[in-house]
């Protein structure tokens, strides 16, 4: 639970935010900088042309200048004085500012602008040439001279305003990226909410209720669809697993406690009232008789519980390449009491041997099973034929053919499922559990292959094992 | 009193079937299917049905349901080998009286089944009074004004028939449909002889005569 849906977007709109309020702040300041700086630079080229218009030419006709310096203008900024310099070309220096510092450098391009601090204070500086001499008076006879100026005001107070201007606007960025947040956060939640409300009719699903109720607010949203849509798959599935299972333990239940209450109640009705010795002798005989055939049906559910075991990968086993035309004979000597005793023939055709990694065991139950069944449904007398093929190494599939009545239409989807039985009344006579071919089912499917059953009403069944063409690992 | 097993387990039904004829002195028929178990419970009456679920041709529970669907009162005791909540509800919703679990003990279907048979005639005690009359289903004793009366098999069965019925006018059809199994038309002579060996053993030292004969009609018990 280390990361989450919210805490990225949030960390998303945050360094959006961020790089915006970031970007903002730097243009802000530039712009305000920029501005700033030219609306000094209009002022002091003012200043500078109003330093410009203290020179005045001497009343005599050498054409020297003077600097009255009564109507000097007042400094940009009032706490820093302004520095500036007059030189005339052939006067030299004019005047110049009271706090001039000593061994200032003065760049000599015309018409420049630069930056310098001295003595701790950051300056502007522009220089301005050549500038005529307003003071001139007509009809005089020398060669006016032009002035050079220099003017510098310090950006103390420019600065401090462009960090005022560049903080209020990452105050105002950030007030802004928190109302984002708080939104954002607000937004998500509400977003998320449907999801919240997912997971809590989920939590309602159960054993008892399968149904997945969705709110109007949750399937209405697109993007839940494809979650919703697996969940409602998943939970079919689920429990349609789940009622098998549920059907097998009921059934298996069923076929247990059956023989378990004949036994219980022949043993009470022998022992409600004194019996004769050959009372006791047929009840306690019947009782054996019952006793066997649970030991029977627990033997059978037991061995279907393993083959889904070990289809499920739960057991490890050893396996050997062995013939399954060997495996089909042994099978059919199993059940040879079986079938003389239903005076019935049995045909194993094969076109040589097919080797499979298997245990033979395995192969002689699942025959057995198959066998069993095509003798118990075939009339007395009848035959099955049993066919092995394998074409050129391909698969193996093995045909096991009965002549009986076959099955009806609507049996033949079940005659695999577990404890399935057609007709009650003739497999208890025939003396089945409804487990044979389940079991042989599991099995097939453990080594990877199918089984099919095909029948035609009246004339007989037909089922198919198909093998891949190796065996297990 | 007559009852029903509806049971394709051949030695199950024959060993309940044993118990009831045993210890209850019930006229038992025995059906192995669905089909046949309901065409004897619909062709005779019977004073209870005990009726397995799991049955080839009819399902218990279609039985059960068509049972009750001819209108038959017929306490009917289900056995099952289920006995998870939902199925329990279906069967009571379905009709049935009551319902026992397989493997079950056959004192419990016993007594189960006698007082199904004794609910299903209005009569809550398993001991019944007729006037100065005592008839105790349990023990199966009888005594009348605290004297006891030893009565042969026969005898009890019937007079725990007209027990159950008392005031009413029980014919002899009646009588002999719920004291033998499908074979009754032989016995038809039978009831007189026990009739009469009840009147003398009860009234034996009483004044007013317990059972009544309505010629042409019956037999009625009245205290």
Request: proline content about 5%; aromatic content about 6%.
């Amino acid at each position: 639970m280390r990361d989450s849906i919210q805490r990225r977007l949030i960390a998303t709109v945050v360094l959006f935010q961020s790089l915006l309020t970031v970007s903002l702040v730097l243009v802000g300041v530039s712009d305000t900088f920029w501005r700033l700086l030219s609306t000094l630079d209009t002022s002091m080229q003012a200043h500078a042309m109003s330093v410009a218009a203290l020179v005045r030419y001497t009343e005599d006709a050498t054409g020297n200048v003077y600097f009255d310096d009564t109507l000097l203008p007042s400094s940009i900024d009032p706490n820093h004085p302004d520095l500036f310099a007059v030189w005339a070309d052939r006067s030299g220096l004019v005047a110049r500012s009271d706090n001039w510092p000593q061994g200032l450098e003065i760049p000599s391009v015309p018409n420049h602008h630069w930056n310098f601090e001295w003595n701790g204070v950051p300056y502007h500086a522009l220089r301005v040439s050549p500038v005529p001499i307003l003071d001139r008076e007509e009809g005089k006879a020398f060669r006016p001279q032009t002035l050079r100026i220099f003017y510098a005001a310090p950006t103390i107070r420019l600065r401090t305003q462009v960090r005022r201007a560049g903080a209020f606007i990452a105050l105002a960025g950030m007030l802004l990226l928190a109302v984002t947040v708080l939104l954002a956060l607000r937004g998500i939640r509400r977003g998320l909410r449907p999801l919240q409300n997912l997971a809590q009719e989920a939590a309602r699903v159960s054993a008892q209720n399968w149904e997945l109720r969705l709110p109007e607010e949750v399937s209405q949203i697109k993007e839940l669809r494809p979650v919703t849509q697996s969940m409602k798959q998943m939970l079919e599935r689920l429990q349609r697993s789940f009622e098998q299972q549920r059907q097998f333990l009921g059934n298996a239940a069923h076929e247990l406690k059956t023989p378990v209450a004949v036994m219980k109640s022949t043993l009470q009705s022998l022992v409600q009232r004194p019996r004769t010795a050959d009372e006791y002798r047929t009840g306690i005989q019947q009782s054996l008789e019952d006793l066997e055939r649970l030991e029977q049906l627990l033997q059978w559910m037991l061995r279907l519980a393993r083959a889904e075991q070990w289809a499920h990968g739960a057991l490890r086993r050893d396996l050997e390449v062995i013939d399954i035309n060997a495996t089909c004979e042994e099978a059919i000597d199993r059940i040879r009491n079986l079938a003389q005793s239903r005076n019935t023939t049995i045909h194993l055709s094969t076109n040589g041997p097919v080797p499979f990694r298997a245990d033979p065991e395995d192969l002689q139950l699942v025959w057995a099973n198959l066998l069993e069944n095509a003798v118990r449904y075939s009339p007395e007398g009848g035959s099955v034929e049993v066919a092995v093929t394998r074409n050129d190494g391909g698969p193996p599939c093995i045909v096991f053919q009965d002549h009986g009545q076959g099955i009806p239409p609507h049996d033949l989807h079940h005659v695999f499922e577990r404890f399935y039985r057609g007709d009650r009344s003739r497999t208890r006579a025939t003396g089945g559990f409804g487990l044979g071919l389940a079991i042989a089912k599991a099995l097939v499917e453990a080594y990877g292959g199918t089984i099919s059953a095909e029948s035609e009403p009246g004339r007989g069944t037909r089922m198919t094992v198909q093998l891949p063409s190796t065996g297990r690992n | 009193m007559r009852v029903l097993i509806i049971e394709d387990e051949p030695r199950l039904a024959e060993n309940v079937a044993r118990t009831l004829r045993e210890t209850a002195g019930y006229a038992v028929d025995v059906a192995a299917d669905g089909q046949e178990g309901l065409f004897l419970a619909e062709s005779n009456t019977y004073d209870a049905v005990l009726l397995d679920l799991m049955l080839p041709k009819l399902d218990g529970m279609q039985v059960l349901k068509r049972i009750r669907e001819s209108g038959q009162h017929t306490p009917v005791l289900v056995l099952t080998a289920r006995d998870d909540k939902e199925s329990v509800v279906a069967l009571l919703n379905a009709g049935a009286d009551d319902y026992l679990t397989k493997p079950f003990d056959l004192g419990e279907l016993l007594a189960r089944t006698k007082a199904l048979i004794r609910r299903g005639k209005g009569q809550p005690s398993p001991v019944l009074t007729i006037g100065d009359l005592q008839l105790n289903t349990v023990d199966r004793s009888v005594q009348r004004a605290g004297r006891p009366i030893t009565l042969t098999a026969m005898e009890y069965r019937v007079l725990e028939y007209l027990a159950h019925r008392p005031r009413a006018v029980v014919s002899k059809t009646e009588l002999l449909e719920h004291l033998y199994d499908y074979n009754w038309e032989k016995f038809s002579n039978v009831i007189e002889v026990y009739i009469s060996g009840l009147r003398r053993k009860l009234d034996q030292d009483s004044e007013q005569p317990l059972i009544r004969t309505l010629r042409g009609q019956g037999y009625v018990l009245q205290g």
